[in-house]
């Protein structure tokens, strides 16, 4: 079974410093994915990598995949309050379709 | 927004009674998926459905069991509730499971508590 890591579980943050989420799976995928989750809230789709080397950037974050290493990155920079959740990875295959298998989630708190 | 809406938002249930909870998918998609979230944790895949048919399970006992209907709206039914049901379940909706990189969108959720 396809297994998802991620580290740290738990980030606290000041404001304004720069940080990296390590997301780690242990098969060869062909899609990953960053989500956000608010407390008591639903998934809200942050990234979507789909290729060795691929990197996105929406405001203060940053992601990217590297397939050799089976490793996805979420950096954030100079962290605001409003950036406190937990995020999670998924990743899929092709041979699971778009079964996504998730990681244990890292919730980060910013402190002002 | 997402567009997928689920129902109801939160529901309270017995050990041992039944739930049927509903999904409706966003427009245009085929696909929708069920995850069970437990505390603190990442969501577990319960099952996928493509185009009315169940396309995939994930490591649930059989008393969960799901439906789509051809408009691709989704239910997800469990019989003899346990206490270790009580999660979120959330549903997510996406165009077909087999174009690579296709994003899921999820659902509100449904907060289950079993007593």
């Known amino acids: 079974e396809l297994k998802v890591e991620q580290n740290p579980l738990f980030l606290s943050m000041q404001e304004g410093k720069n940080y990296t989420i390590y997301c780690n799976y242990s098969t060869t995928s062909d899609r990953l994915y960053w989500y956000r989750q608010d407390p008591g809230k639903s998934l809200e789709s942050l990234f979507v990598?789909?290729?060795?080397?691929a990197v996105k950037q929406e405001g203060r974050l940053m992601a990217s995949l590297d397939t050799k290493a089976r490793l996805s990155t979420l950096h954030i920079t100079a962290a605001v309050h409003d950036l406190s959740a937990t995020y999670f990875c998924?990743?899929?295959?092709?041979?699971?379709?778009?079964?996504?298998?998730f990681g244990t989630g890292t919730s980060l708190t910013v402190i002002p | 927004e997402t567009g997928v809406t689920q129902s109801p938002t939160h529901l309270i249930k017995t050990r041992g009674q039944q739930v049927t909870l509903r999904c409706s998918s966003q427009?245009?998609?085929?696909?929708v998926s069920w995850y069970q979230q437990a505390l603190g944790q990442g969501p577990q895949f319960i099952f996928q459905y493509y185009r009315e048919e169940e396309n995939g399970r994930g490591n649930f006992p059989p008393r969960f069991s799901g439906l789509q209907f051809p408009n691709y709206s989704s239910e997800l039914n469990v019989n003899a509730l346990e206490l270790d049901d009580s999660a979120l379940y959330l549903c997510?909706?996406?165009?077909?499971?087999?174009?690579?990189?296709?994003?899921?969108?999820f659902g509100q959720g449904t907060r289950l508590t079993v007593v």
């Open positions: 427009s245009g998609h085929n696909t």
């Open positions: 998924a990743v899929a295959t092709r041979d699971t379709g778009n079964q996504f298998y």
């Open positions: 997510a909706s996406s165009l077909d499971f087999r174009v690579s990189g296709t994003e899921a969108f």
């Open positions: 990598l789909l290729s060795n080397g």
